[in-house]
């Protein structure tokens, strides 16, 4: 019997999407996103790459190999002041507490590589904006044109 040909629709849908996060040590990734970062592991070939997912957000931890150390990745929660709290009993390591910008009330989480993962709310109305950082550590702040301005170097 031959099988079917998917429709159009069904043959160009894109699925979910799934960061792959270069990893030195995939036992000691997978005991830190698990332990502390509350993800399960939805599956794992030994040595090589898992994924971990924490309700519909799925990482792939790919040991010594694909992608580089210090990835980002964006990801909603529904409060990111009550995240920051979870992640902080549980001893994660938090590059910056939850911090009011434009786009998202928001806190940046390292994992054992130093890839980040931001974790961002809906912005809080009536706090000031704060101050971004940026992937070396520098601090830039909204100036009142709009644009941002280097505030501090690390």
């Known amino acids: 019997m031959a099988k079917a040909r998917a429709s159009d629709a ?8 799934n960061p792959i996060f270069r990893v030195g040590d995939l036992a000691a990734s997978l005991d830190y996103y698990v332990r502390i970062l509350g ?18 957000v799925g990482i792939f931890l790919s040991q010594g190999d694909q992608g580089n150390p ?7 929660v529904g409060d ?3 995240v920051h ?11 910056q507490p939850p911090t009011n ?5 928001e806190l940046q989480v390292l994992d054992l590589d130093g890839n980040v993962l931001r974790l961002g709310s809906e912005p809080m109305k009536d706090r ?12 830039w702040r ?3 044109e709009g644009s941002w301005t280097r505030v501090g170097m690390s």
């Open 70 to 76: 210090g990835s980002w990745v964006w990801i909603g």
């Open 10 to 17: 069904d043959a160009t849908r894109f699925g979910g999407v």
């Open 128 to 139: 000031p904006l704060g101050e971004w950082l940026d992937m070396r550590g520098d601090r």
């Open 142 to 144: 909204r100036n009142r």
């Open 101 to 105: 910008f434009p786009w998202a009330l």
């Open 39 to 56: 993800f399960k592991i939805e599956w794992e070939f030994t040595g090589v790459i898992a994924c971990v997912s924490r309700d519909r």
């Open 80 to 82: 990111a002041e009550r």
């Open 85 to 95: 709290e979870e992640l902080t009993r549980k001893g994660a390591r938090i590059r």
